[in-house]
């Protein structure tokens, strides 16, 4: 795992100023050896033998034999045209977008409802870690019930005669996709909240107790004490959140193993089929690559605006 | 220099530490100095065969005592990517099992290796004994490559309580009474008459394939009337309400059980490995009214053609030249006719062997139907295309999806779906692999 955010070790600048450069440059270079051993393992190599797969033509029976041919850009051009890619493209987007937006909100709401104290607040506090808690093959199953024709929400709406049969949530054509967004973004908001409210508990009572007196109303303390204070936390959220949102692969495959039909795919479930259902390892590494690029461009832009704000 | 003493001394007690694992490790392994044979499988550790494989490896261990089987367990999804790896860095355990359609591509690309010689050794009417479509898979230009050891295939599950309720006396025999009763099922219970799988996973194929070839149709063919008339009956069941919709959502064929012992449907296709499963005997004893016949077929008189399930073993192409009679031993014991026998009445599964078929009947007289279907059972990669199989057969579970959720007509989206296909191959090969199939089908269908 990559850290794109640029993180330092903290204290690593003052370190350095309290010991003589000299004899500490070379113990530096032998702590980091684990680290950077690790990462040219399992970051760097995986990488580059990832590309390497997308640009060669690897069936099951090359793949073994390590006979595949090199075929340049070919892999890519096969994958942009395939119509079931390019709906697969436009769903992660949709996917990560509508995530983002709708955890984003509702975790930032759920946090400054929290930042005041009420009753049972603690239980309550809680109760929204559960989606965190629990294992994805826990809550995707229950998802996969509660959309199914036979599932809750239907058993619901049936039994309150808002609908005369049942709503095909996972089962149609342009459904799907927005049931598994639906699912990730209960997923999400734990994350959302806690990061959001660790934020709020920092800004200073001060602020918005003199912004009171200045006669300020909620929505004037929200626009201009809140979220300029938060905005680096607010970025990094969306930022973590951008890059584990367009890697979800577990909880799509759990719900509709990317059907009915090859409608719901993402493109990391989208790769797995091509690669271990079909044995297309090049295809599928070429999804994986421009999977890599959508996430990397994203970071970049939100760092952009980070950067821009600081 | 305060860090660079530290720094030393961290090393020196590293060194010292490692020195001593090292020792004691090269000790231990000293002590127990024993040939080890790998075991690897998916089989359910819990489960019948699994068990079944330790009782065997305790036996050979007590006969060869100077050896040690180690039974590894992989899980299902993980086996394939697992045995890519171990091709990869040459180290395929001594004994590999894998799913039947996998073998032919796994022959290919030499991960067995050649047993010929020492079946020949053995006694060729052992051989012989194998069924004809087990032998043609596990085999390659007349070489022998593994064995399989236990097979499945599928066939129509009814609940004879359910069925008497509305006023049904005997099981569909024909897709039209299957659609008859199951109009009545829901008419007179209001529940499903009919399920089978259609997930989104070689299952999804693999349910849909009786259907396909008992019609006459063919996974090359995808585009005739035969192949079309198949996926418009099923279609046309889901469409009716006689069958769930939610069969495209299921996690597996496991699933669609699961609604058949709650009485949601009466009855459903489904495997011989059900009664090793779900179904076991004190299950079956409490729902007191499962029974079992042969799948529905499109007319009176035509056979049912079922694929064939089923696992096979065969001994890794890397292995340790000094290892390999032993584990010719092992696959051996496993390929016997008596050993296999007893696995698979442990297992739910049906022998390979023509002598073993015969007496597990007089053990299960339930598995009948399978029995008689698995005479001609069609292995699924010499019907679709050898080892381009599972790509064929991921685009045809997406057609059947299709089809069964109306985003396109059976027509639109077989016909879609056989020009993918094409496209998988060269012109000669497509017609090699076509009349392979034609060939094989016209054979299990007696015409």
Redesign the interface.
Same mark, same amino acid.
């Given at each position: 795992m990559f850290f794109p955010l640029g993180i330092t070790s903290p204290g690593g600048r003052e370190r350095s100023s309290s010991?003589s450069m000299k !004899?500490?440059s070379h113990?530096g270079y032998?702590f980091i050896v684990p680290a950077l051993v690790y990462v040219l393992f399992f970051g760097v190599y995986p990488l580059i033998y990832n590309f390497i797969l997308s640009l060669k033509e690897v069936t *099951? &029976?090359t793949?073994?034999?390590?006979t595949s041919p090199w075929v340049g850009l070919a892999n890519y051009w096969q994958t942009i045209k395939d119509v079931v890619f390019q709906r697969t493209f436009t769903n992660t987007l949709l996917f990560t977008s509508l995530s983002l937006a709708f955890q984003f909100l509702i975790g930032f709401f759920l946090a400054i409802l929290f930042n005041r104290s009420f009753p049972l607040k603690g239980l309550l506090q809680s109760l929204i870690m559960i989606p965190w808690v629990l294992p994805i093959i826990v809550s995707g199953?229950f998802f #996969?019930w509660f959309f /199914?024709? #036979?599932g809750m929400v239907n058993g619901f709406l049936l039994a309150w005669d808002f609908i005369d049969k049942p709503i095909?949530w &996972? !089962?149609?054509?342009k459904l799907p996709i927005f049931a598994v967004t639906l699912a990730n973004i209960w997923l999400g908001i734990p994350f959302n909240f806690v990061l959001l409210y660790t934020g709020l508990r920092a800004i200073p009572i001060e602020l918005f107790e003199s912004a009171d007196i200045d006669g300020a109303n909620w929505w004037q303390r929200i626009a201009f004490i809140t979220f300029p204070v938060l905005r680096p936390v607010i970025i990094t959220t969306l930022t973590l959140g951008c890059i584990f949102t367009v890697k979800v692969f577990d909880l799509v495959w &759990? &719900? !509709?193993?990317?059907?009915? $039909? %090859?409608?719901s795919h993402l493109l990391s479930t989208l790769s797995y089929?091509w690669a +271990?259902? @079909? +044995?297309?390892f090049g295809r599928a590494s070429s999804v994986l690559v421009i999977m890599l690029s959508l996430v990397v461009s994203l970071t970049v832009l939100l760092n952009s605006i980070r950067s821009e704000g600081e | 220099?305060k860090? $660079?003493k530290y720094?030393k001394r961290f090393i020196l007690t590293f060194l010292v530490l490692s020195l001593g694992v090292a020792v004691s490790i090269g000790t231990v392994a000293v002590a127990q100095e024993k040939v080890t044979i790998t075991v690897q499988d998916y089989f359910d550790p819990a489960g019948g065969m699994a068990k079944f494989i330790d009782e065997m490896a305790v036996e050979f261990e007590r006969n060869h005592p100077e050896v040690k089987i180690n039974h590894v367990y992989i899980p299902f999804?993980q086996l *394939?990517?697992t045995i *890519?790896q171990q /091709?990869?860095t040459r180290t395929v355990p001594e004994l590999t099992m894998a799913d039947n359609p996998w073998v032919p591509?796994l022959i @290919?690309?030499?991960?067995y290796k050649d047993i010929t010689d020492q079946v020949k050794e053995w006694g060729w009417e052992n051989w012989e004994d194998f069924f004809k479509g087990h032998r043609e898979l596990t085999s390659a230009n007349d070489r022998i490559y593994a064995f399989q050891i236990t097979t499945n295939n599928l066939a129509l599950f009814y609940r004879k309580g359910l069925l008497e309720k509305a006023g049904i006396a005997n099981p569909p025999e024909t897709w039209q009474e299957l659609k008859e009763q199951s109009q009545k099922i829901k008419e007179a219970l209001d529940i499903y008459g009919f399920a089978f799988c259609a997930?989104?996973?070689?299952e999804g194929t693999w349910q849909f394939e009786p259907f396909l070839w008992s019609n006459g149709g063919s996974l090359l063919e995808l585009d005739q009337p035969e192949a079309i008339e198949a996926l418009q009956f099923l279609t046309e069941m889901v469409v009716a309400g006689y069958t769930? #919709? %939610?069969i495209?959502?299921v /996690?597996g064929q496991g699933d669609v059980t699961q609604w058949f012992m709650n009485a949601e449907v009466a009855m459903m296709v489904n495997g011989n490995w059900e009664f090793g499963w779900h179904l076991t005997e004190d299950v079956m004893q409490q729902l007191g009214d499962v029974a079992v016949a042969t799948l529905p077929v499109p007319q009176k008189g035509m056979r049912p053609v079922v694929p064939f399930g089923g696992e096979c073993f065969g001994i890794s192409g890397n292995i340790d030249p000094a290892k390999f009679d032993l584990a010719w031993e092992f696959l051996k014991i496993l390929g016997s006719s008596d050993t296999m026998l007893r696995a698979n009445i442990k297992h739910g599964g049906l022998p390979t062997r023509a002598s073993a078929a015969g007496k597990i009947l007089a053990e299960k007289p339930i598995l009948k139907p399978f029995l008689d279907q698995a005479q001609y059972a069609l292995p699924r990669p010499l019907v679709g295309g050898i080892?381009k199989y599972? %790509?064929i057969?991921?685009t045809v579970?997406?057609?059947v999806?299709?089809a069964? !959720?109306?985003?396109?007509t059976p027509e639109e989206?077989l016909k879609n779906a056989a020009s993918a296909i094409r496209e998988i191959f060269s012109a000669e090969e497509y017609e090699m692999y076509k009349n392979m199939a034609r060939e094989l089908l016209a054979e299990a269908r007696g015409k």
């Open positions: 010991f !004899t500490t113990v032998f *099951l &029976i793949y073994m034999s390590g199953s #996969r /199914s024709d #036979r095909p &996972i !089962t149609s054509q &759990i &719900i !509709t193993q990317g059907g009915p $039909g %090859d409608v089929s +271990f259902n @079909k +044995f297309h | 220099m860090g $660079g720094v999804a *394939l990517p *890519l /091709s990869l591509q @290919k690309a030499g991960t997930t989104a996973s070689e769930p #919709r %939610d495209v959502n /996690s080892d599972p %790509d057969s991921s579970w997406v057609a999806q299709k069964l !959720t109306e985003m396109a989206a």
